[in-house]
């Protein structure tokens, strides 16, 4: 008995001082986002502000672009995830329930294009947006999610599990393949969607290396983009860099909350980023 | 089957174009443009264009393999791979270690386990320029948190991100905080598929809960924990954003203390003006991610059970 009430306040502990350890530094950049100037250097530190303030949301928005930025992250995000969850869909329906010569080297190309990391191909990357003449314009952040292996990956999955007699019971209704992908096929592969959504949703949001090199023009900038810019802009001015950050995350974490119990799945299906 | 007119080419061609399209022109094409970059001296400066001579391009800035000779000879680029290593080093027993108590906390059946599930995940979910700036303000060695609670404690703190010594372990620390909560979800995911009926027999013959990790947890997680593994050394050779933000200042830490592969390649490509160059030292980055895979694919064996 003994024995189990240590263990139960040995788990408690360690639970708790990870907890801290993960949420602390978010305390931190809340905590200093109410700052004032003048309280943010002041020593022995003020883990409350004491006179907490709205001035550096008020100054972050009137730094030049913010607003748009802001606008940028969600058209992209929202364009990423729409273009993601259906073509891959579309293509996964394809490898997973239509019967068609070269169907495995099609898959066999995807597999490897997994293999080679962003940091080789986004060189050509910009050349070959250059070329569309989508250098600085936010659909060059968007057309790549035309082609996520991974989701293709996730889907065919679980549209292999489906039988196929759904889609036979149908053809002889007389509904044809889109009809059947439509109405069949997508419904009832909703929660895999679901997650893909989240996932893409993550990934767009918080993209780096690819805005960082296609975006050059500051109107263009993505949240994640204009916070590093700022970074170097004003250097020490954290509160103001950790409003900028706070904004960044906010919506995600509303996104988490509200879908939670798909983000562990998805990880478990998948455990890939990107 | 053939009732259904799931057959053909014809009839999945509408449904593949929009992947197939992507995949040509964002991954097949991007490789093999790549690799015709990486055996010229472009600079950068001068115009090319894809459709337009490009292999007259090519032609004209032809150096043969002399930027993957003029990179293996440069010093700095062991220097920059001994980084990565050290790196590597020191996040991936750390993070193994906290992502394995992760795991183990929230597959508790207690309660409070749904809540600490959320809350580790919390990280992950942020941008790393987020991230990387929070960390570099907790870090900052006057104001900053951690050297004032250390002084507390009566341990003057280290220069953090100032300091050649402490540069590299302070980007370790904000990174196995961003991802712990990732790796504790794989990881979970293993712990759930281990069979109650291990440890109800180890029950049975009188095994501790020690004995129990030991004995039946870690040996049935190994091939989780190999994966976990490889799927993270992938990633810590790719470190670049954590860097580019919080050891922004000088050419990348003190001393150069945190140039990396990645930042490298990016350096090189957009701000020295030496594509060329840059393609080749993405291929050899590629080279060293495949070369270290490949040498933990031949331990796998080792150390990893499958359940046959």
């Known amino acids: 008995m003994k024995a189990r009430r240590i263990g139960a306040i040995g788990y408690q502990a360690l639970a708790m001082f990870l907890a801290v350890v993960a949420i602390v530094p978010f305390l931190w950049m809340v905590s200093t986002s109410l700052k004032s100037s003048g309280a943010l250097l002041a020593l022995p530190i003020e883990w409350i502000p004491k006179n ?36 891959a869909s579309m293509a996964a329906f394809a490898l997973a329930k239509i019967e068609f010569k070269g169907r495995n080297a099609v898959f066999m190309l995807f597999v490897a294009s997994m293999m080679i990391p962003t940091q080789v191909t986004f060189i050509p990357l910009y050349l070959i947006m250059n070329d569309l003449s989508l250098v600085n314009s936010l659909a060059a952040l968007i057309v790549p999610y035309a082609f996520k292996a991974f989701a293709i990956f996730m889907l065919r999955q679980q549209m292999m599990n489906i039988p196929d007699a759904y889609l036979d019971a149908a053809s002889i209704d007389g509904a044809s393949l889109g009809r059947s992908f439509f109405s069949i096929m997508l419904p009832m592969c909703r929660t895999s969607l679901v997650t893909l959504a989240i996932i893409t949703c993550m990934e767009a949001w918080n993209d780096y290396l690819l805005p960082l090199v296609l975006m050059t023009d500051s109107r263009n900038f993505t949240l994640t983009i204009i916070l590093n810019s700022l970074s170097g802009q004003f250097k020490t001015n954290y ?3 950790m409003a900028g950050s706070l904004i960044s995350i906010l919506p995600l974490l509303l996104v988490y909350v509200v879908a939670q119990k798909y983000f562990a799945s998805g990880l478990q299906v998948g455990g890939i980023k990107g | 089957m053939s009732a259904s007119g799931r057959k053909g080419v014809k009839a999945a061609i509408p449904f593949l174009l929009p992947s197939l399209i992507g995949a040509l022109l964002f991954s097949v094409l991007p490789i093999l443009v790549s690799l015709f970059l990486s055996i010229t001296n472009w600079t950068g400066m001068s115009p090319v264009s894809l459709t337009r001579g490009f292999f007259q391009f090519v032609g004209k800035h032809f150096v043969g393999l002399e930027n993957f000779k003029a990179i293996l000879s440069d010093s700095e680029f062991y220097k920059v791979l001994s980084h990565n290593l050290y790196f590597i080093v020191l996040y991936l027993p750390s993070m193994l270690l906290v992502s394995m108590a992760c795991a183990l906390i929230i597959n ?24 990387a700036l929070i960390w570099k303000w907790l870090l900052s060695p006057t104001y900053g948190p951690i050297n004032n609670v250390l002084a507390l404690l009566g341990i003057e703190g280290p220069m953090w991100l100032q300091s050649e010594a402490w540069a590299m372990p302070s980007i370790v620390i904000a990174s196995v905080w961003k991802d712990m909560g990732f790796y504790a979800m794989i990881i979970l995911g293993g712990l759930k598929s281990i069979g109650v009926e291990y440890y109800e027999a180890a029950n049975i013959d009188g095994a501790g809960k020690t004995q129990c990790f030991f004995r ?28 580019m933000v919080m050891t922004r ?58 359940e046959s």
Do not use: C, H
């Not at chain 1, 972050?60 to 990423?80: D, E, H, K, Q």
């Not at chain 2, 490889?230 to 050779?237: E, K, T």
């Not at chain 2, 050899?284 to 059970?305: D, R």
């Open chain 1, 52 to 87: 907490p303030t709205l001035d550096a949301y008020r100054r972050l928005f009137a730094v030049s672009g913010m607003p748009r930025s802001a606008m940028n992250s969600i058209i992209v995000t929202a364009s990423a995830v729409v273009l993601t969850l259906a073509s």
């Open chain 2, 249 to 306: 200042d000088g050419n990348a830490g003190p001393n150069g203390a945190t140039m990396v592969m990645v930042e490298r390649i990016y350096k090189y490509a957009f701000k020295y003006g030496k594509m060329g160059y840059a393609a080749a030292y993405s291929w050899l980055l590629f080279a060293v991610i495949m070369i270290f895979t490949v040498i933990q694919k031949k331990g796998e064996k080792k150390w990893v059970n499958y």
């Open chain 2, 108 to 131: 508790s059946p207690r309660k409070t386990a749904n809540v600490y599930r959320v809350l580790y995940y919390i990280p992950v979910l942020t941008s790393w320029v987020a991230g």
């Open chain 1, 239 to 241: 509160d103001l860099l």
């Open chain 2, 216 to 243: 039946i947890t870690l040996p049935l997680l190994s091939s989780v924990l190999f994966y976990v593994i490889m799927l993270s050394l992938i990633n810590a050779f790719q470190l670049f954003p954590q860097v």
